[in-house]
């Protein structure tokens, strides 16, 4: 094994480093909840704003607690759906990067009646949208994993498989000429 080859190690050290990423960005989403709370009089919308960083904590924190499990089983295994969950995660982030876009056309892009107000949405616009960009790096992680145990899963039995002509017979018999 060359030094360049990932090792089980190396993938738990990387998820450690989401997780740390994730804790922080969670910290800093508690204390600008609590900021909305408090200047919500301020707010056009407080509830979209509440709804928006309640819906990012529920978010990170299953991402925390997936990469706890897949941290956890790792040592024993290296399973298939450990590369699978981190890839959907990392899928999930790119997908959820227009929500970011939604809120700051929503609640910031536009002339605010509190402008003091719109650092604090920045900032939690910014927040969100960079830690959805830190989980990209599970898709790393995910190809990694899959390094160290051995690739992809062994190809599928060729008689479970169907090209495309066998496919459509199979569904739509052809009439029989009599």
Excluded: W
Aim: glycine fraction near 4%; include cysteine.
């Amino acid at each position: 094994m060359t030094s360049a080859e990932p090792t089980v190690a190396a993938v738990i050290e990387q998820l450690g480093q989401r997780k740390a990423d994730a804790l922080h960005t969670l910290d800093l989403l508690r204390v600008q909840r609590e900021r909305v709370d408090a200047d919500q009089a301020f707010l056009e919308g407080p509830q979209t704003v509440r709804e928006y960083v309640d819906f990012f904590i529920g978010a990170i924190g299953e991402v925390v607690a997936e990469i706890d499990r897949i941290s956890g089983e790792l040592p024993q295994r290296v399973r298939r759906e450990h590369v699978d969950v981190l890839r959907q995660i990392a899928s999930n982030c790119r997908v959820e990067q227009r929500r970011c876009l939604v809120f700051r056309d929503k609640c910031i892009n536009r002339p605010l009646p509190h402008e003091k107000m719109r650092p604090l949405l920045n900032d939690i616009s910014v927040t969100t949208r960079d830690q959805l960009t830190a989980f990209y790096d599970l898709s790393t992680a995910a190809s990694r994993l899959e390094q160290v145990a051995g690739g992809a899963e062994p190809p599928p039995d060729p008689r479970l498989t169907l090209n495309r002509r066998s496919l459509f017979t199979r569904f739509f018999k052809l009439p029989k000429d009599e």
